[in-house]
Every structure is written in C-alpha cells, then in structure tokens.
C-alpha cells in the first residue's frame, strides 16, 4: 500500500511569492491533516479536511490556506512568503472517521524562504 | 491551554543501556496519547496509541505506558538502529480533529 506523498520535496522561494504544496494520502484515508516543523516550534497543527470540508484550524495567519479535493487530495497555499515561513511542511493523512485515528505522514516539503 | 511537555530534550546511551523517555501532557480530557518515531529528513512514523490510564503497549524494546498525567516510553537494551526522534501527541476532547504535539526527545544510542 502506497503511503503519503507529498510533491516537491524541497522548494526555495522569494518572500513575498506564493507557493503551493501537494499531498496524496494514503489510499482509502478521508482525512489530510497539516503541520509546521521547525527547530523551535516543534509541530505546530495548520489545518484539518475532511470530505473536502475543513475541520479544523490551528493558529495560523490567513495567508495560510489549504483545500482537499473530491478525491481526498489536498493542496496547501501560503501567499506573501515570510522569512519565518521556512519550515519542513509535513500532510498526514488518516482514515479520519473517530477522533483518535493515528496519523501517517508524508516526508515533507521542505521550504526555505530567502 | 493544552499542552504537551517532553523530557529530556536528548539522551545519549550505550548500546544496551536501558532508559526512559517521559511526557506530561495537561488536556480538558484525553481521547487518546500517541507516540511518534520521526527520522531525520522523514516524516513521524506511528508507533503506538494509548487511551487510558494503566494502559500499556509494547513493540520490540520499546513499551509505551500510561498515567493520568503523563506517559512514558521506556527503552530495553536500545540498538543504534533506534536512534530517533521519539514524539509524543495528544488528542484531547475539545480539540476537535487536532493533535498537538511536543517538541520531541532525541534518542542517540552509541554501539
């Protein structure tokens, strides 16, 4: 069974641009959930879809945004690209349907804002 | 707030050396404690749920338990292969389709 894949793996952008990250869950999963990694912070939550409807949010300014498609698929969007924007993106997915299902992980996009 | 604190931040062993990783975590109540093995340059990888106190799970050297306030991994008699970052997440009542996270032990384990 495939597992989690996020496209691309590393991207470098301008501040100021736009960017747009890919996540194909793990077949048969209905959930895609969102998350931040740095040094720092750890894993911070973005957002969770389900059946193409968002679930929830976490903590993040609206230039912060995702989508999930009919197909479970799910693309992430930050507009206006901040120096503090760079951070290992991770999408896990899961099958979504009780609160406490565990996730799978994608590898990540890595992104750096220059 | 929900909260999940883990400690300690690294813990470098011999081979064979057991020990134990901890997190405490503070939730309006608790759907279910998970915990993580991320690898560097990879995503986390499942590796245990727990949902109630007294609970308790055990894959290879690794066991994960359970208590009203915290959580504990211990590790026997690690190998070098289990060198990681071990993450512990919480899914509490409230949070809706949320699982927070903290910020990781890192595990080294020298032959």
């Known amino acids: 069974k495939a597992g989690v894949t996020q496209t691309p793996r590393y991207l470098i952008k301008t501040r100021g641009q736009q960017v747009t990250l890919s996540c194909s869950p793990i077949s048969g999963h209905r959930s895609v959930s969102w998350y931040q990694q740095t040094p720092g912070q750890g894993l911070q939550f973005l957002f969770e879809?389900?059946?193409?409807?968002?679930?929830n949010k976490g903590n993040f300014p609206g230039r912060f945004s995702g989508r999930q498609f009919s197909n479970s698929r799910s693309e992430m969007n930050v507009s206006t690209l901040e120096l503090g924007d760079s951070a290992l993106y991770l999408c896990?997915?899961?099958?979504?349907?009780?609160?406490?299902?565990?996730?799978?992980f994608g590898n990540g996009t890595r992104l750096t804002v220059t | 707030e929900d909260q999940v604190t883990q400690s300690p931040e690294a813990l470098r062993l011999q081979e064979g050396e057991s020990s134990s990783l901890n997190c405490s975590y503070t939730?309006?109540?608790?759907?279910?404690l998970f915990w993580y093995r991320q690898d560097p340059g990879k995503g986390p990888e499942f590796l245990f749920t727990l949902y109630s106190a007294g609970e308790e799970k055990e894959k290879e050297r690794l066991k994960a338990t359970l208590t009203k306030k915290e959580s504990f991994l211990h590790i026997t008699a690690p190998k070098p292969e289990d060198s990681a970052t071990y993450l512990c997440?919480?899914?509490?009542?409230?949070?809706?389709?949320?699982?927070?996270f903290g910020a990781g032990t890192r595990l080294f384990v020298k032959a």
């Open positions: 896990a997915s899961s099958l979504g349907r009780v609160m406490d299902s565990p996730l799978h």
């Open positions: 879809y389900f059946s193409e409807t968002q679930r």
């Open positions: 997440a919480v899914h509490p009542e409230a949070g809706g389709f949320k699982t927070i």
């Open positions: 939730v309006s109540g608790l759907r279910g």
